[in-house]
Nanobody, 123 residues
Framework: VQLQASGGGLVQTGGSLRLSCAASGFTFSSYAMGWFRQAPGQDREFVAAISGSGITTRYADSVKGRFTVSRDNAKNTVYLQMNSLKPEDTAIYYC?????????????????WGQGTQVTVSS
């Protein structure tokens, strides 16, 4: 299993970024995908997840209404569109492949992780 996240960068408060995660080595459409983030000195936290079919999504309260998770099963890619970014969104963002097709949010329900991409939001 390989997960390659990209799209991070430096953006001003209120700006937008779109993260991508290209997956390979497994039947992509059969598994939920998730995004997590980790800021310096903090635990990794759940951001968003999407079911294998793409029908069901789930978000952390802190990003609800600002972030949108989506997937293209034909391209084996999951996306995280991040709008209205805030300085507190600054973190390394990781994509992960779930153990099941249904949406989950606990880190222990994901068994493959990408390398992370840095998102920095300046005030």
């Amino acid at each position: 299993v390989q997960l390659q996240a990209s799209g991070g960068g430096l953006v001003q408060t209120g700006g937008s970024l779109r993260l991508s995660c290209a997956a390979s080595g497994f039947t992509f459409s059969s598994y939920a995908m998730g995004w997590f983030r980790q800021a310096p000195g903090q635990d990794r936290e759940f951001v968003a997840a999407i079911s294998g079919s793409g029908i069901t999504t789930r978000y952390a309260d802190s990003v609800k209404g600002r972030f949108t998770v989506s997937r293209d099963n034909a391209k084996n890619t999951v996306y995280l569109q991040m709008n209205s970014l805030k300085p507190e969104d600054t973190a390394i963002y990781y994509c992960a492949a779930g153990r099941f097709s249904t949406v989950v949010r606990a880190p222990t329900d994901f068994d493959s992780w990408g390398q992370g991409t840095q998102v920095t939001v300046s005030s």
